[in-house]
């Protein structure tokens, strides 16, 4: 967001016309003059922005009858306080709590209305909660203006006796990649402290007292993590250099493989998280989505609850799970495919001692490359003393002999090296890491040994083999093929489209049929 972010601030507090504003962004290959280059997909992606989000904008002034104008708020932030700090240097977090609202603000002349814009990547959210609204709306209504202070710094605040609250705020949502909005919330100081005090306080007391502790990709920029005791540490998962980059980074087995078939994609879709607002998914991926769906809700009853009842949807031609709708052919393939892992399924002969997770996060930290390993299986449960880690894949063709296993799902490669590399041997000695494939003809049930020296080094040559390349790309050239078809980054990127575009033009025209002909 910052290359959008900052021409918006150019535009809007230096009044730059946007043409010109766009020019900037591809001649400073978005960076304006500090910062990194940015992507050429993600210039492409800001310039749409840019003009979509101003269209916006001048759309919702205009058509908004019998509400009073707003106007760019300039080189301001509103910052709601509570407490006072007496020592500008005195930082006790319990001296003194400062909300904010990132966004773009805005407010009438008279300061009676204030407005913020949330931009979204794709379509504009339509999901947030009413907790989240009444954080915002706080911020909105007893936000001081203030100057942004350096990063880590606390607010100086300003001199707020001759503060007025505003009368109402109004919070639109803005997708970038689709230029939609919509009017989130319109409230009043009343409505605002009723939905803050019902739903955002006890959420805030939670937040300032919780000590728990749940390792995942937030670890990569924790400040505590030097002593952090719930994060494991491991060296050696892979033969590996440090990358030049001096931030920690999160890596996940969908990371490597995505930026395997193309790093390009990978950056865009999972470093930018830059998606089309149109849906490229495949069937196919639509269908393991409903499918991991409705397993993850049975494996959920924990242990001792098999996947055998209820057998299956009652209709199998018309079904959801998850949000994800399947009808027709590709309803009864996955239907065949539930029906086929209730003869796999492990949790009805696990005793209630057992441990289930299902969809767990683990993490594992190795130090010396300043990576964080992501990995969140199907399921994880604990049998006979030992860890199982099973990773559940529907698929329209059973794989061949030719494609070693870990290869073929980096995933299991994961999987044995943060079994393997867990403290207690026995407990290595009787964990397995299992993958499950469901064809709608047949089921396989394949398994790994994490205590192997001959597995645990095929793992480790494949993770350096597809980690290094990513930890020291920093370019993410594309690479196009048939991937292209499902890219949710595709609209920003033009080697992808005219892959396409050319393989399109090579395709033969089918026949068509003449009136009244026969065959």
């Known amino acids: 967001m910052a290359p959008f972010m900052t021409a918006l601030d150019l535009i809007e507090h230096q009044d730059q016309p946007v043409d010109q504003v766009i020019e900037q962004l591809f001649a400073s290959q978005g960076a304006f003059g500090y910062g990194p280059p940015a992507h050429p997909s993600l210039l492409d992606w800001t310039a749409q922005a840019i003009t979509r989000f101003v269209a916006a904008r001048r759309h919702q002034q205009a058509s908004t009858t019998g509400v009073l104008p707003t106007h ?87 001199d707020d006796s001759a503060f007025r609250s505003p009368d109402r705020v109004r919070v639109y949502e803005f997708g970038c990649a689709a230029g939609d909005s919509t009017l989130l919330l319109d409230w009043s ?85 830059l998606r089309s607002a149109e849906d490229n998914e495949s069937e196919e991926t639509r269908r393991g989505r409903a499918v991991d769906a409705w397993l993850n809700e049975r494996h959920s009853a924990g242990p001792g609850h098999s996947c055998r009842y209820p057998a299956g949807p009652e209709d199998p031609d018309d079904w959801e ?101 867990r403290p207690d041997l026995e407990t290595i000695r009787r964990s397995r890491v299992e993958l499950e494939l469901l ?20 793992a480790r040559l494949l993770l350096a083999e597809l980690a290094e390349p990513l930890l020291h790309d920093t370019r993410f050239a594309p690479t196009p093929g048939s991937h292209c078809a499902d890219c949710p980054a595709r609209a920003w990127c033009r080697s992808g489209t005219e892959h396409l575009a050319e393989r399109a033009s090579r395709e033969p025209i089918p026949p068509t049929r003449e009136s009244g002909s026969r065959e």
């Open 189 to 273: 100081t009343r409505e605002a402290a009723a939905a803050f005090a019902a739903h955002t306080t006890p959420l805030l007391a939670r937040a300032e007292t919780d000590i728990a502790t749940r390792p995942g990709p937030s670890c990569t920029d924790c400040k505590a993590i030097e002593g952090c005791r719930s994060l494991r540490r491991a060296e050696g998962l892979w033969p590996g250099t440090p990358s030049p980059q001096r931030s920690r980074r999160d890596i996940s087995a969908w990371d490597l493989r995505t930026y395997r078939s193309c790093p390009a994609r990978y950056h865009l879709e999972r470093q930018l998280n």
């Open 321 to 421: 799970a998850g949000g994800h709708r399947l009808t027709g052919r590709i309803a009864r393939q996955a239907t065949a495919m539930l029906g086929w892992h209730r003869t796999l399924c492990p949790l009805g002969a696990l005793g209630p001692e057992e441990k289930v997770l299902v969809q767990h996060t683990s993490a594992v930290l190795i130090p010396s490359l300043g990576v964080v390993l992501i990995a969140t299986p199907d399921l994880l449960y604990t049998r006979d003393g030992g860890w199982f880690w099973r990773e559940t894949k529907t698929v329209s063709r059973l794989p061949g002999q030719g494609v070693p296993l870990m290869r073929r799902y980096p995933q299991l490669a994961v999987a044995v090296m943060m079994l393997a590399s």
């Open 72 to 158: 760019p708020l300039r080189n301001l932030e509103w910052v709601a306080f509570r407490g006072h700090r007496t020592d500008p240097d005195d930082l006790d977090t319990v001296a003194v709590r400062e909300y904010t609202a990132w966004g773009r603000r805005y407010e009438s002349a008279d300061g009676s209305l204030r407005e913020l814009w949330l931009p979204s990547y794709g379509k504009a959210k339509q999901n947030r909660s009413v907790a989240e609204q009444a954080a915002i709306a706080h911020v909105l209504f007893r936000g001081v203006p203030s100057r942004r202070p350096p990063f880590g710094k606390p607010c100086a605040r300003p």
């Open 439 to 458: 064809h709608e003809d047949s089921p396989t049930l394949e398994q790994l040994d994490p205590s192997r020296p001959d597995t645990v080094e095929e």
